[in-house]
């Protein structure tokens, strides 16, 4: 039986692809800090197949027992988003950058077969207008946060040998529920406040984004462990479900809320993405698919928030960013 080693395990993508994973039979080693808390993995805790090892990406002594006596590798530990890693640069480079880099070259050396790095199609920026950027298009981080992403994925590829292979997996934005529910993510912000307040203010309505519910996401992760290796080693792929104008967001949420009020401000922001990615090489190559749309996975967010499963939708731990006070070791 398999061994993964899933580091971010009880993060927003990380606690639902655990119980895929446990569901299909591999055992897995999660490493996390549980920064937010490691509620998401209760149903799990006397699983046979489970072991939870707390620790810091950045404590190389934690990271060698991490990955002693496992044969695959998800890397989903990270600084996630733009205003996290503009307010801690220190932070995002050790984790996102220098890390990951530490934690691949590892998993060499300890002869670790596969290594999935999670990357981002921020790394595109802003692409050419009526085009798909794929994975061959120039590359043009406007944040911090992508050009660590575009760093580590260089210096993990170079990685590649006849016994190590990685893949990177370059990702949509995410939504949809998770058992470590986040909100400050853009289809599910817009989901709740439907759903609560009837009101929302949003930036650059016809900017493109490309989205991906968070169990496509897992869904991917195990078509790649299900791939030859011939199939993935040294690869880069994009992984998008839909790609929408913001304003569709809005469009659902007067749909679902005919009062909702939406305020649309086109400065004061300093994110300046417009970009739509293919998935065309991860479908064609590998047969992976996206099943759910942005408006199911949006539907799924606001009936959840409307029918009260959610004591306090804006509670810290589904919003925060970050918390500088985490990051000391």
Request: hydrophobic share 40%; aromatic share 10%.
């Amino acid at each position: 039986m398999k061994k993964i080693l899933v580091t971010g395990g009880a993060g927003y993508i990380g606690s639902v692809l655990t119980a895929d994973l446990l569901d299909k039979g591999f055992k897995v080693r999660v490493f996390d800090r549980f920064m937010f808390g490691g509620e998401s993995l209760l149903s799990f805790v006397n699983n046979k197949n489970l072991e939870i090892l707390k620790g810091d990406v950045r404590d190389s002594d934690r990271l060698k027992i991490a990955v002693n006596g496992v044969d695959s590798i998800i890397h989903l530990a990270a600084l996630v988003g733009e205003p996290a890693c503009r307010e801690n640069p220190k932070v995002t480079k050790e984790i996102n950058h220098k890390a990951a880099g530490e934690l691949a070259s590892l998993a060499r050396e300890n002869g670790v077969e596969r290594f999935i790095f999670v990357s981002t199609c921020s790394n595109y920026g802003i692409s050419k207008a009526n085009e798909k950027a794929t994975e061959e298009s120039e590359l043009n981080p406007l944040s911090l946060y992508a050009e660590t992403k575009i760093e580590a994925e260089k210096f993990i590829l170079g990685l590649t040998s006849d016994n190590f292979h990685p893949t990177v997996l370059r990702l949509a934005t995410i939504f949809g529920l998770s058992p470590r529910m986040r909100f400050n993510l853009m289809v599910n912000e817009v989901a709740r406040e439907t759903a609560v307040s009837g009101k929302f203010s949003i930036y650059n309505k016809n900017a493109w984004r490309p989205f991906l519910h968070v169990q496509d996401v897992s869904n991917a992760f195990l078509t790649v462990l299900q791939s030859s290796n011939n199939q993935i080693s040294g690869k880069i792929f994009n992984v998008v479900g839909e790609n929408i104008q913001k304003a569709y967001l809005i469009e659902l949420a007067k749909k679902f809320n005919p009062q909702f009020e939406i305020e649309v401000n086109e400065s004061g922001k300093d994110d300046k993405r417009d970009y739509r990615v293919s998935a065309n090489k991860i479908m064609d190559k590998l047969g992976w698919k996206p099943r759910i749309t942005v408006k199911d996975g949006f539907l799924e967010i606001f009936n959840a928030v409307r029918n009260g499963l959610f004591l306090d939708p804006y509670e810290f731990r589904y919003n925060a960013w970050f918390d500088n006070k985490v990051f000391k070791r």
